[in-house]
């Protein structure tokens, strides 16, 4: 029986195959909308996961500004923090290693090339090159990491290396930061981030004179001992650091944030806008729901004397119902497998898209089979649900007025 529905609706669908196709766009692109946004918000949620995996949770970040007034780091020209903030987050117990960073734009010249971009200066004490060593993300993958003692040599990040400039960036290779001569002695690996892998990194002591550094360090990363509690540990962080500065708790000039919670705040982030963009694409979906209604009015008008035909010859009013449901929901699930199919290609166009522009590959889409399968029941859902009144209003129509209907 179910077949016979199924045949019928396919049949009534594709005797009017522009006007279906023009009813089904509404739904596709509502669906091939909600799959991409979902899938590369979910994507790009995936890898950041994967990233703080590999850095590892026991990581504590401080940087200046407070949370509670805006983005962390948003208020660094009125909240600084110094190489004295550097010293006693080091003493507090639990902390393994802490790095000190400054980081700064400046004018970079290689082969005639010149670009501004970001230069890290960290620190070539024997501790803060323990720390360097300990963070993944500033690996060595060709020739040497800086060293005490270093003088105007620098370290590329990956893409710094590769293809920042036209041609690339080897150990060995010269080139000039704000005017001055540097010589390149290291590649760091791929971070797959374009904030680490765009970096040219050099001793801090030469930050003073060529940025008026005064002391001050942008960010400090630190690593806490293996078994003990990072929040905890964190709390003893901003207890030292709040009485350093003569600030009250709840009025800090500083943030101080595990790997976990920066996650956290990552992913409801990513959360908020993702739901806020598939809200967005919903509303083609409504389109779409309200352009099948039409067109099942617009079927149940034409198709009147047949209703009566098919009521004269035995059909029962629930016969009629489940034909037009069954054909809405047929219009709706196939506008959803289109959709999903564009859904698909849009995101991992996106996907190379941003890849070749990036050089990395931070957004990869993600198409778990709950979304597709959802994706599917929601496109029949809205076909069946706008597909109801219209059903109703067939399934109402007496036999008698049917066959005189003109």
Same mark, same amino acid.
């Given at each position: ?72 780091g948003s208020s660094m020209l009125s909240a600084k923090l110094y190489d004295r903030d550097v ?44 720390? &360097? ?16 003692? #270093? ?9 710094f290396g590769t293809d920042y400039f036209d041609k690339p960036v080897k150990a060995g290779d ?28 050099? =001793?801090?002591?030469?930050? #003073? ?80 729901? &309200? ?15 047949? &209703? ?59 198409? =778990? ?20 009144? =219209? ?16």
């Open positions: 029986m179910i077949t016979d529905y199924l045949i019928m609706a396919a049949r009534n669908i594709t005797k009017k195959r522009l006007r279906s196709w023009l009813t089904m766009m509404g739904i596709f692109v509502g669906i091939a909308a909600v799959v991409a946004l979902i899938s590369i918000g979910q994507g790009f949620q995936r890898t950041i996961n994967e990233e703080f995996e590999k850095v590892g949770t026991n990581r504590i970040t401080v940087q200046p500004g407070s949370a509670f007034g805006g983005t962390p010293r006693i987050v080091r003493r507090v117990s639990g902390v393994e290693y802490a790095l000190g960073m400054f980081i700064t734009n400046a004018k970079l010249e290689f082969k005639d090339e010149v670009k501004y971009g970001m230069v890290m200066c960290t620190p070539t004490d024997a501790e803060s090159l323990k720390a &360097i060593r300990s963070i993944s993300f500033l690996d060595i993958e060709t020739g040497r990491e800086l060293r005490g003692g #270093d003088n105007y040599v620098a370290v590329a990040g990956y893409r010269k080139l000039y930061i704000n005017g001055k001569r540097f010589e390149v002695v290291g590649v760091q690996k791929k971070a797959g981030t374009g904030v680490h892998d765009l970096i040219i990194r050099i =001793p801090m002591h030469l930050c #003073d004179g060529m940025f008026n550094r005064s002391e001050e360090v942008s960010m400090i990363s630190i690593l806490v001992r293996q078994g003990l509690d990072p929040p905890g540990v964190a709390d003893a962080i901003s207890e030292e650091l709040r009485q350093d500065h003569g600030r009250k708790k709840g009025e800090e000039d500083f943030t101080v944030q595990t790997a976990q919670q920066i996650l956290n705040s990552f992913n409801a982030i990513i959360g908020v806008v993702q739901a806020v963009l598939v809200g967005i694409a919903a509303i083609s979906l409504l389109v779409g729901g &309200i352009g099948i209604m039409n067109t099942m009015y617009t079927a149940v008008l034409e198709r009147t004397k047949e &209703i009566g035909i098919m009521k004269a010859v035995g059909a029962r009013n629930s016969d009629i119902m489940k034909l037009f449901l069954f054909e809405s929901g047929l219009l709706g699930i196939t506008g959803g497998i289109i959709g999903v199919v564009l859904g698909f290609g849009i995101s991992k166009a996106i996907e190379f898209a941003i890849t070749m522009a990036l050089g990395d590959s931070l957004l990869r889409a993600y198409f =778990p089979w709950q979304l597709i399968m959802g994706a599917l029941a929601f496109a029949f859902v809205v076909g069946a649900a706008s597909g109801t009144l =219209p059903a109703l209003q067939a399934a109402s129509l007496k036999p008698v007025d049917a066959l005189r209907y003109e």
